[in-house]
């Protein structure tokens, strides 16, 4: 069982598009994220949500919104897409504080390439 | 702004090599010091280290963080082909305004010749 999945793991569409990335752990973590690689590979956090609740919300543009359902699930919605919107996109969970768990430890999916052409 | 740096980029090397992989932080609000290896997909955890000094060690991996130095090294001996991966270094913040997150250097591409 895949412990955080993401779908698509490919999404290529043209300029200007709306598209959505949807994300879910059966962790039962409290902490999703999602996070941003570009093409040299630096991570850079977007959003964090806590038990559905937004708490990291970085300086990202707001055509990105981020939705969270339950505290399972996380999607990402992008709209007016952009060539420099073109990266893999990773979700992650975490559980800080739980007992025998690591605090910090982020949980990744396998990522979602997203080319913008 | 929180900022991690990893020398060096990039590095090749033989089979059976030691390699030391380093990363050093300026950061406000610091918790603990973590580093993950990105193969082809998603990166996996391998250490995560709070206090100064204290080794962490997995095989043939190790790590150490210097808090004095705001550094921290990766050591890998007896390199296997099976190594050649991004490794990346993060650092976990909390500040008070909002939750704990993960700043990440760029990360070190190793590549392990045979």
């Known amino acids: 069982d895949t412990a955080v999945s993401q779908t698509p793991k490919y999404l290529v569409t043209q300029m200007g598009n709306d598209k959505s990335i949807k994300c879910e752990q059966n962790l039962g973590h409290d902490t999703m994220y999602w996070y941003k690689q570009d093409s040299k590979k630096f991570l850079k956090i977007m959003f964090s949500y806590n038990n559905k609740e937004l708490i990291i919300n970085e300086t990202v543009p707001n055509r990105f919104s981020p939705k969270s359902p339950d505290k399972a699930h996380l999607n990402l919605h992008i709209n007016s897409l952009e060539l420099g919107d073109s990266a893999v996109y990773f979700c992650a969970s975490s559980q800080p504080g739980l007992a025998g768990g690591k605090r910090g430890e982020l949980f990744f999916g396998e990522g979602s390439r997203l080319t913008v052409l | 702004e929180d900022k991690v740096v990893q020398s060096p980029l990039s590095l090749v090397v033989h089979e059976g090599d030691t390699v030391t992989l380093n990363c050093s932080y300026e950061v406000t609000n610091f918790r603990s010091l973590l580093w993950y290896k990105q193969e082809k997909k998603a990166p996996t955890f391998l250490f995560m280290l709070?206090?100064?000094?204290i080794e962490k060690k997995s095989g043939r991996l190790s790590s150490i963080l210097d808090k004095k130095e705001l550094s921290s090294i990766l050591n890998i001996t007896a390199t296997q082909t099976g190594d050649s991966a991004i490794y990346l270094c993060a650092v976990e913040v909390y500040p008070q305004t909002s939750g704990s997150r993960l700043t990440f250097g760029e990360g070190t591409q190793l590549t392990v010749n045979p």
């Open positions: 709070t206090s100064s000094g």
